[in-house]
């Protein structure tokens, strides 16, 4: 089975701007997650899409967006971009429910975005 | 509020001895912990997990230990290979709301 894979892997952009990136979950997986990493902040979580729909939040302003298909792929939309959204963003699937199933997470090798 | 912490951003072992990371958290209704590992341009790997119900998960050189009274958890690696240098993250999954926090991050690193 192939992963789950990120594009583009490396985005320079500048303040202001807006940015869209895209995650293609593992084939069968209808649970699509999206993190930020910075250093010293670990993995904060932006929201999760399931089956088309946003199912969890995190505490990011409304500037950050997301949304999946029918496909399960999903994207993440950065608007208005600032310094501090230069970070590492991480999109994980899985398939929740699944008999015997720990929820595992399979992470993509994610998209580093830096804003000048 | 940093509901998981790993308060050791790196840590240096050398190979063969035994390497222990620590993960504090702060939030009773977690459920079930996580750890994953990432090496650099790469995304996070899971490693081994534990329900909350246990204490102890064992997976070949990894084992998980859950203090649930002290709300600590750790990841034992014996013997520590050089492979094995890698940013470690311990997880907490939220019963409530069924969000995975992550904590910041320990970097290990074995040498020779």
């Known amino acids: 089975k192939a992963g789950v894979t990120q594009t583009p892997r490396y985005l320079i952009k500048t303040r202001g701007q807006q940015v869209t990136l895209s995650c293609s979950p593992i084939s069968g997986h209808r649970s699509v997650s999206w993190y930020q990493q910075t250093p010293g902040q670990g993995l904060q979580f932006l929201f999760e899409y399931f089956s088309e729909t946003q199912r969890n939040k995190g505490n990011f302003p409304g500037r950050f967006s997301g949304r999946q298909f029918s496909n399960s792929r999903s994207e993440m939309n950065v608007s208005t971009l600032e310094l501090g959204d230069s970070a590492l963003y991480l999109c994980?699937?899985?398939?929740?429910?699944?008999?015997?199933?720990?929820?595992?997470?399979?992470f993509g090798p994610g998209t580093r975005l830096t804003v000048l | 509020d940093q509901q998981v912490k790993q308060n050791s951003p790196s840590l240096s072992v050398q190979e063969g001895r035994i390497s222990i990371l620590n993960c504090d958290y702060t939030n009773s209704m977690f459920d079930y912990f996580l750890w994953y590992k990432k090496y650099p341009a790469e995304g996070p790997t899971f490693l081994i997990s534990?329900?909350?119900?246990?204490d102890k998960n064992e997976d070949g050189r990894f084992t998980v230990f859950l203090n649930k009274s002290a709300k600590h958890l750790s990841l034992h690696i014996v013997p520590s290979q050089p492979g094995d240098s890698a940013v470690y993250f311990c997880?907490?999954?939220?019963?409530?709301?069924?969000?995975?926090?992550f904590g910041t991050g320990t970097r290990l690193q074995v040498f020779p």
């Open positions: 994980a699937s899985s398939q929740p429910g699944l008999a015997g199933s720990t929820d595992t997470q399979y």
């Open positions: 997880a907490a999954r939220d019963y409530n709301t069924d969000k995975l926090i």
């Open positions: 534990i329900s909350s119900i246990k």
